[in-house]
C-alpha cells in the first residue's frame, strides 16, 4: 500500500507561476528558497581536490569532517566531542527519517511547531506516527516521542530564546522524549552580531546534551544546497544509535563533499559574505512590502519575510502573480499561516530590485 502522504504543495503554485511567468519583465521567484549566488570559490575548490575518492565513504563522518564540526560549534561557544555528530544528506533527509530510525509508529506522537516546515510531519507520517502542532510544552501527551523544534523558523523567522529552549528540554526529558532543534538558519541572524541561540548552548542543556538534538545545513549559509550537506550533533548516545540505523541505510554524503563541509565550517568569511548580501536584499523588500501596506511578523533570522495584509493568503498569492512576483501562501505551513505569504530573499540584486519596483507602483 503507498503511504497516506498529503498532495506535494508547490504543485498547487504552478497556475501562479504562469501568471507571474506571463508579466513582460519576466518572472520574480520569491517562492521557494533556492541558493542563487555562487558557491564559495575555496569550496568549489576544495570538493574539486577531492574528487578521486573511489572507496566508500564513512557513514560517520570523516575525522576532518568531526573535527570540523567540533571547531565550529566550539566557535559558538559550545563544545561537543567527535562521538556527539555526525554529517547528514542535506537536512532534509534527516527530518524526514528521524521518526522511523527512531523507531516511532502507531500509538507514538510527534510534535511540531504550529507553523511549521512540511517535512517533520511527512516524517512522522511515513513512520506511521501522530502529529501534535503545538508551541506549548505544557501541552505534550506523555505519549510523545519526539519534539520539533524550529528556530530560527522556517517560515515564519521565530526564533526562541535561550528560557524557552530550556524549558522545552526539561519537558522531553521528563517525557522521556528526543528534542530536535531544525538550527538551518542560525547564522543569518537579523538582530544583532551572534548568532541566535542553540538547544545545545550549556545555558540550555545545563550540562546534559540527553535527548537532545540540533539538526544544521549548509545549503543557505554557504550556498551549497546542491551539495546536500548537513550534520546533526548532540546526545552521544542517541547519535551513536542513529548512525548505526543510518549504516544499515546507506544514508551517507559522499567522500567530497564531506570534504568540502569540513573547509566550509572552517571559514565563517564567506557566511558574513553572504549574509551581507541577503541582508541588503532584505531591508529593501521590507521596505517595498512595508510602503505597499503589508505588516511583516517576525522574521527575525532567515531567508524569509513573513509577511500579510490581512486576508486569505491565496488572495495575496494572486496579486503577487499578477505583478510577475510568486510568493508562498502561509496555509503550507498550517492554518496558523493563513492570512500570510513567505517571500524567499535568493534572488538576485536584479530581481529584487525589480520586485521592489513593482510593488511600489502597485501601491501609487
Not at 122 to 138: F, K, N, Q
Not at 253 to 260: D, K, L, N, R, W
Not at 288 to 297: C, E, H, N, S, V
Not at 322 to 334: A, D, H, K, N, Q
Amino acid at each position: 500500500m503507498p503511504l497516506a502522504l498529503p498532495d506535494f504543495p508547490w504543485d498547487s503554485l504552478l497556475p501562479y507561476r504562469a501568471t507571474a511567468g506571463a508579466h513582460s519583465d519576466g518572472i520574480v521567484d520569491l517562492a521557494i528558497g533556492s541558493p542563487v549566488d555562487p558557491v564559495p570559490e575555496l569550496i568549489r575548490d576544495a570538493l574539486a581536490a577531492a574528487v578521486d575518492s573511489p572507496g566508500y565513504p564513512q557513514t560517520q563522518g570523516s575525522p576532518e569532517v568531526r573535527a570540523a564540526i567540533v571547531g565550529w560549534y566550539a566557535r559558538r561557544g559550545v563544545e561537543i566531542d567527535p562521538p556527539n555528530a555526525i554529517p547528514t544528506i542535506g537536512s532534509k533527509e534527516f527530518i524526514a527519517t528521524l521518526p522511523t530510525l527512531l523507531g516511532l509508529g502507531p500509538g507514538d506522537v510527534v510534535v511540531v511547531p504550529t507553523v511549521a516546515y512540511p517535512t517533520y510531519e511527512v516524517g512522522a507520517r511515513i513512520a506511521g506516527a501522530e502529529v501534535l502542532r503545538s508551541d506549548e510544552p505544557d501541552e505534550w501527551p506523555t505519549t510523545t516521542r519526539l519534539i520539533w523544534l524550529n528556530s530560527p523558523g522556517n517560515p515564519d523567522g521565530k526564533v526562541h530564546g535561550h528560557e524557552f529552549l530550556r524549558r522545552a528540554v526539561v519537558r522531553a526529558r521528563d517525557l522521556g522524549a528526543v528534542v530536535a532543534n531544525d538550527e538551518c538558519y542560525t547564522e543569518l541572524n537579523w538582530d544583532g552580531a551572534e548568532p541566535t541561540p542553540s538547544i545545545l548552548d550549556p545555558e540550555v542543556t545545563q550540562g546534559s546534551r540527553r535527548l537532545t538534538l540540533a539538526v544544521h545545513s549548509l545549503s543557505k549559509r554557504s550556498n551549497l544546497a546542491g551539495y546536500r550537506a548537513g550534520f546533526v550533533a548532540g546526545c552521544s548516545d542517541l547519535v551513536g544509535e542513529i548512525l548505526e540505523a543510518r549504516k544499515h541505510a546507506g544514508l551517507i554524503p559522499p567522500a567530497p563533499v564531506q570534504h568540502a563541509m569540513a573547509v566550509a565550517l572552517g571559514d565563517d568569511e564567506h557566511v558574513l559574505t553572504q549574509k551581507a548580501r541577503y541582508g541588503a536584499r532584505r531591508d529593501q523588500l521590507a521596505t517595498a512590502l512595508t510602503d505597499a501596506g503589508f505588516r511583516i511578523d517576525e522574521s527575525r533570522a532567515g531567508l524569509y519575510l513573513w509577511a500579510t495584509r490581512g486576508e486569505d493568503c491565496w488572495a495575496t498569492v494572486g496579486a503577487f502573480a499578477e505583478l510577475g512576483i510568486l510568493v508562498t501562501p502561509g496555509s503550507f505551513y498550517g492554518d496558523a499561516g493563513r492570512e500570510h505569504v513567505r517571500i524567499s530573499l535568493t534572488a538576485t540584486d536584479e530581481r529584487v530590485a525589480a520586485a521592489a519596483r513593482r510593488l511600489a507602483s502597485s501601491s501609487n
